[in-house]
Nanobody, 128 residues
Framework: QVQLVESGGGSVQAGGSLRLSCAAS????????MGWFRQAPGKEREFVAAISWTGISKAYADSVKGRFTISRDNLKNTTYLQMNSLKPEDTAVYYC?????????????????????WGQGTQVTVSS
C-alpha cells in the first residue's frame, strides 16, 4: 500500500513563498513519477507540476511556470514543490500524486487519471 503525506501548507501574503513536501511510503520510490495537483473551492482539481522518476523531465501548468519548481529526493522518498511569488489565485488544497511506472519511462504525467495514488492534501491560502 502506497501512502503519500503532504506537509508545508499554510497561510502567506501575496508575493510570499512556501515549500510543500510529499513523503512517500513505498518500497521503490524510483518506480513512480510524481505530481502535484490543486483544487480550489468550487473548482475542479487541476494539474500543477510533475516530475519523472529521474527528476530530469518536468512539466508545469502555464499558470505556475516561472514561479513554482518541482523536485524530488529519491534517497528520502520525498517530492517537493517550491512555490514563489504566490498569488491569491494559488489558494487551494494541494495534492501529491504518484504514478506507478510499469516500464522505464521519463514520463511526467499531467492528467489526474494517470496517477494511481493520492495524498490527503495540504491547504495553501494566499491573502492579498
Amino acid at each position: 500500500q502506497v501512502q503519500l503525506v503532504e506537509s508545508g501548507g499554510g497561510s502567506v501574503q501575496a508575493g510570499g513563498s512556501l515549500r510543500l513536501s510529499c513523503a512517500a511510503s513505498v518500497r521503490t520510490f524510483t518506480s513512480y513519477a510524481m505530481g502535484w495537483f490543486r483544487q480550489a473551492p468550487g473548482k475542479e482539481r487541476e494539474f500543477v507540476a510533475a516530475i519523472s522518476w529521474t527528476g530530469i523531465s518536468k512539466a508545469y501548468a502555464d499558470s505556475v511556470k516561472g514561479r513554482f519548481t518541482i523536485s524530488r529526493d529519491n534517497l528520502k522518498n520525498t517530492t517537493y514543490l517550491q512555490m514563489n511569488s504566490l498569488k491569491p489565485e494559488d489558494t487551494a488544497v494541494y495534492y501529491c500524486a504518484a504514478d506507478f511506472l510499469y516500464a522505464v519511462s521519463e514520463r511526467s504525467p499531467t492528467v489526474a487519471g494517470d496517477y494511481d495514488y493520492w495524498g490527503q492534501g495540504t491547504q495553501v491560502t494566499v491573502s492579498s
